[in-house]
């Protein structure tokens, strides 16, 4: 029954005359439903954890749209979080973070077989869907890269340019790179417990990942997400994996060799042509139209969307969006994207 999944097929390598098609953070504050039920749990951090209506919202865009995968509803943060880190949010400007910049913060996290106490509802979420999900739709869990994770952790909160980051791989490379081996160890655990709960795919976020520069993408971005990989294929035979180092530029070419995905997610800043070339030639690709158009729609919707399609028709690929979708945007252009995907 699994491999009839149009999103198994594509990740297993099969080029099908349709893509399939999901849509990164498609249950999210666009959607009026969402917004309801998030009114409901009170804040962010309690829809995340309260395991029955996280699993709603997931199930909310599936519902409206049909995408072929539904993608569980959580946050990068919560692994932080579990580790020991405080976390909150604050309205109209994102999470705030108590920060680890020293051995001694460090030293201070929770060791990683403590981490369920607090994931256990993730987990739940996960196998709430697996039971609720229509059969032909796919489960994918995730987690955020650990140097996208790490950037929150030693700046405490969100930044335009990592800097913070950067700072201390320059001045502190031994906490830093510890720092980075942890959150690897620590996501290896947490998505191996996600498909122990019903996940079908683990795709893994790195957001930040076009800031790394030189050899530090390759030891920080490219190395962490290949140890992740290999650990939970070695746990979990056939277990598609999906990296998204955003912002790669011409270094997502190669990248399904040396990280040992199955799929890579492209970010709109390669065009589809390039990626055709130099990178589905390595496997199967998902993207990579440009979140905008969900707010613009009209004509240039359907027709960067036919081109996205056509030019990435001769190989393995799942539709979905260069980045997530933002809340200003029209659930009507979402529908627009997906008949014109499926031909509609």
């Known amino acids: 029954m699994t491999m009839t ?48 209506l996280a699993a709603e919202v997931t199930l909310q865009p599936i519902r409206r749209y049909g995408f072929d995968a539904a993608i569980l509803f959580a946050d990068i943060l919560l692994l932080p ?89 320059s001045a502190d490379r031994a906490t830093f790179s510890a720092l980075i ?3 690897t160890d620590a996501t290896i655990e947490y998505l191996s417990k996600q498909v122990v709960a019903g996940a079908e795919v683990i795709k893994i976020f790195d957001s930040w990942a076009g800031s790394l520069q030189g050899q530090d993408f390759y030891d920080f971005a490219v190395e962490p997400a290949r140890r992740i990989t290999t650990a939970l294929k070695d746990r979990h035979p056939h277990l598609p994996v999906i ?58 919707l359907i027709r960067e969307t036919r081109k996205v399609v056509d030019t990435l028709s001769n190989g393995p690929h799942i539709f979905n969006l260069g980045h997530g979708i933002t809340p200003d945007a029209s659930p009507d252009n979402v529908q627009l994207m997906i008949d014109t995907v499926r031909g509609a």
């Open 243 to 300: 990296a998204f180092p955003r912002g790669a530029g011409e270094r997502y070419e190669g990248l399904h060799e040396k990280i040992g995905a199955d799929c890579i997610a492209l970010d709109d800043g390669v065009s589809p042509e390039w990626a055709a070339a130099h990178v589905q030639t390595g496997g199967c690709v998902q993207g990579n139209l440009a979140s905008h158009h969900m707010v613009t729609g009209g004509d240039d």
């Open 81 to 169: 979080q579990a580790l020991g880190v405080d976390l909150w949010f604050e309205t109209g400007e994102g999470p705030r973070m108590t920060t680890v910049t020293t051995p001694a913060e460090l030293k201070a996290l929770k060791p990683i077989d403590q981490i369920d106490e607090v994931l256990n509802p993730v987990y739940e979420t996960v196998k709430i869907l697996s039971r609720e999900l229509p059969k032909e739709t796919t489960l994918i869990g995730f987690a955020g890269a650990p140097w996208t994770v790490a950037t929150y952790m030693i700046a405490g909160r969100g930044t335009p340019d990592q800097g913070p980051a950067h700072a201390l791989k």
């Open 5 to 52: 999944k149009t999103i198994l097929r594509a990740l297993a390598g099969e080029k099908l005359p349709t893509p399939p098609i999901w849509m990164m953070r498609q249950a999210g504050r666009y959607l009026p439903e969402y917004r309801a039920t998030r009114a409901q749990a009170g804040d962010f951090l309690s829809l995340c954890y309260n395991s029955e």
């Open 181 to 183: 081996d942890l959150l």
